[in-house]
């Protein structure tokens, strides 16, 4: 996931735009990609990723968030969009 992170963070780097949603994107399904943390004690976040780079949570409907994306990703064609779905 560090990885994962490290990679979409030097392309939105780089200039492209880069969109990553799934029902718990920010954390990480299983707490492992922490690209959003939260202060458990003000409720502020803080974004760990460049600017060009976009990370959220998405309902846990699947064909809703589809949907949105394959809109999101024709509006804007130059831009990675990422949709992570999660089984179990």
Not at 66 to 88: C, K, T
Request: hydrophobic content about 40%; cysteine-free; proline content about 5%.
């Amino acid at each position: 996931a560090t990885a994962e992170l490290l990679a979409l963070s030097s392309l939105a780097t780089e200039g492209l735009p880069v969109r990553l949603s799934g029902e718990d994107s920010e954390r990480g399904t299983f707490a492992q990609r922490h690209a959003v943390w939260h202060d458990v004690k003000t409720g502020q976040e803080y974004h760990a990723i460049p600017d060009r780079m976009e990370v959220a949570n998405s309902p846990l409907s699947e064909l809703g968030v589809v949907g949105f994306e394959f809109g999101y990703s024709l509006w804007n064609p130059n831009s990675l969009v990422l949709w992570e779905a999660q089984f179990g």
